[in-house]
């Protein structure tokens, strides 16, 4: 069974970082696509980046783009969400999902794996 669980998250002020972490168990995982979502109060869950364990591909939302950095740390099995000049607009719950197959889908029904979330709050 996979287990995914995130870490990272905290009070940060506009244009500050923070560095987001998902461990993940229960797989090999080098045959996983692993995502990073967020949800915020009233909203859907929305993309924000996803990569290829094994090859290393990433796609970003527009929003993050330029500003996010998702990686792979294969030593510790942990799935990476660097977040530079953060912005109001960024606090959310933070999730980590992940999927077997490829997909240019990436809404959060084509996942089938979650870890419990942890907040991001970007302070003006």
């Known amino acids: 069974q996979v287990q995914l669980v995130e870490s990272g998250g905290g009070l940060v002020h506009a244009g500050g970082s923070l560095r987001l972490s998902c461990t993940a168990s229960?797989?090999?995982?080098?045959?996983?696509?692993m995502g990073w979502f967020r949800q915020s109060p009233g909203k859907e869950r929305e993309f924000v980046a996803a990569?290829?364990?094994?090859?290393?591909?990433?796609v970003y939302a527009a929003s993050v783009k330029g500003r996010f950095t998702i990686s792979i740390d294969n030593a510790k099995n942990t799935v990476i969400l660097q977040m530079n000049s953060l912005k109001t607009e960024d606090t959310a719950v933070y999730y980590c999902?992940?999927?077997?197959?490829?997909?240019?889908?990436?809404?959060?029904?084509?996942?089938?794996?979650w870890g419990q979330g942890t907040q991001v709050t970007v302070s003006s």
């Open positions: 990569i290829n364990w094994s090859v290393g591909n990433t």
């Open positions: 229960g797989r090999t995982f080098t045959s996983y696509y």
């Open positions: 999902a992940a999927r077997t197959y490829y997909s240019a889908n990436y809404t959060p029904g084509t996942f089938s794996s």
